[in-house]
């Protein structure tokens, strides 16, 4: 397990746990939020800017939720693998050929003892897998990008409205030629190309960021 930290310090006091986490787009949302993040992910992320561990992010859990370390965190957030849902994935080959995560992945995180969230691919909510809390697109934010992501919580959803999705003409929808633009479009400038392929603008975790805290001091009153 490889560690890399960069101490960013937020003002909310909460502190948020990204299973997944890619390169960052959904935590740098986060971030913006006034958490302070650590990112989990199998692979090497260079360019991830916060906490970072380097892990398998099914074991990490169970690993620190059997230790206690889990009371760290005030949210626990997870984008398990998309392959077995995605309609790309049937495109290029077979679903079959990846194992659904986010079954077994959200048992760890309801037994976490924390609030949590998972965002995956609509897909994944049209057979049932998961329960649509939050269906965001980059339009309901002013982003130039087509980028739908569904969000379950363990707070059922709620809060603030937003506009529905307007894909007007001129609006971007990812393609390999147009990487680049697609990716500063997101607001994931940091990124390089291939990490931006996995993101997800950092808009939607921001305003659910702001959700939740709003969530949790209303509960609290």
């Not at 890399?4 to 502190?15: D, Y």
């Not at 971030?31 to 090497?44: I, Q």
């Not at 916060?50 to 889990?70: M, N, W």
């Not at 934010?141 to 059922?156: A, C, D």
Request: charged share 20%.
């Amino acid at each position: 397990m490889n560690t890399r930290v960069l101490p960013l310090r937020r003002p909310n006091g909460l502190r948020v746990l990204d299973l997944c986490c890619g390169a960052g787009g959904l935590s740098m949302g986060y971030y913006l939020a006034g958490y302070d993040v650590t990112g989990v992910d199998l692979h090497p992320m260079p360019n991830y800017p916060f906490t970072f561990r380097q892990a398998d992010a099914l074991d990490y859990l169970a690993t620190i939720v059997a230790s206690g370390e889990i009371e760290r965190y005030d949210v626990v957030h997870a984008s398990w693998p998309c392959q077995n849902k995605a309609r790309v994935t049937a495109w290029r080959g077979s679903r079959d050929d990846h194992p659904d995560l986010i079954t077994p992945g959200r048992e760890l995180q309801r037994a976490c003892g924390r609030p949590w969230l998972i965002e995956n691919v609509p897909e994944a909510s049209w057979d049932g897998t998961l329960r649509p809390d939050y269906l965001l697109c980059g339009s309901q934010f002013g982003l130039n990008v087509r980028r739908h992501r569904v969000f379950e919580t363990s707070w059922g959803g709620g809060g603030d409205l937003l506009s529905p999705c307007w894909h007007h003409k001129g609006l971007l929808a990812f393609e390999h030629k147009g990487e680049r633009a697609y990716a500063d479009a997101m607001g994931c400038t940091w990124m390089n190309k291939t990490e931006a392929r996995q993101a997800v603008p950092p808009a939607y975790t921001q305003w659910i960021g702001h959700q939740f805290f709003t969530h949790e001091r209303t509960a609290a009153a």
